[in-house]
């Protein structure tokens, strides 16, 4: 794919219309990036390991407290509460509502053995599975152009690609074997829609 076929991308536009079914809503958190929040320091040098084990898997010191229920995500308020009431957390309380979404969906996936996927890869591993015909696994190129990340795929004579854009969270696909011989928007992965869905097949 040319460079500036991509260039550009980045446009809220319309659902496109392909086969990749639409279904449930769930909270557009990153069970990936919390995964790396858990092994962030704070600003004490503390991590969330130090007391609750390295992974959120064991339940130490009853992580699974915000980890919800497995058709959800987890639940960011119930660490802010826990933060805000514990004086072992005061030194988080700089995390922002997004970051303890994305904490407690790591928490949710590593309770229930969901993915934990960024949301990036997951659309792009649901996608794969979805429309193998058509996102043809493996990717014969991966790459970055600005911030926009994408996969490409041979299909004959056709060159199809999915794009996420780390700057809006737009899922843009590319694909001359399906007539889209223009990049379109597939909607937000943050929207419970698009992401929920692929979550809710865990990626696949």
């Excluded at 446009?11 to 790396?36: C, F, I, N, Y």
């Excluded at 092994?39 to 130490?60: D, E, I, R, S």
């Excluded at 904490?103 to 229930?112: C, F, K, M, P």
């Amino acid at each position: 794919m040319r460079a500036s076929v991509l260039t550009g991308v980045g446009r809220s536009l319309v659902w496109v219309g392909m086969t990749l079914a639409l279904a449930g809503a769930a909270q557009a958190a990153d069970p990936g990036r919390g995964e790396v929040l858990w092994k962030t320091p704070n600003p004490a040098g503390m991590n969330c390991t130090a007391c609750h084990g390295l992974t959120a898997a064991t339940n130490v010191q009853n992580s699974w407290n915000a980890a919800g229920t497995a058709t959800n995500q987890g639940d960011g308020a119930i660490i802010r509460r826990g933060i805000n009431s514990q004086p072992m957390m005061a030194d988080y309380k700089t995390w922002s509502d997004a970051d303890l979404v994305d904490l407690a969906a790591y928490i949710n996936a590593s309770r229930y053995k969901k993915s934990l996927l960024t949301n990036e890869r997951c659309i792009f591993a649901w996608a794969e599975a979805q429309l193998p015909t058509v996102f043809t696994a493996p990717a014969v190129q991966t790459g970055t152009l600005s911030t926009l990340n994408y996969r490409l795929y041979l299909v004959g004579a056709d060159t199809n690609a999915v794009g996420f854009n780390t700057a809006d969270s737009q899922v843009w696909v590319l694909a001359p074997s399906l007539g889209l011989t223009a990049p379109v928007s597939l909607g937000a992965a943050t929207s419970a829609s698009l992401i929920g869905t692929a979550r809710t097949a865990n990626c696949k």
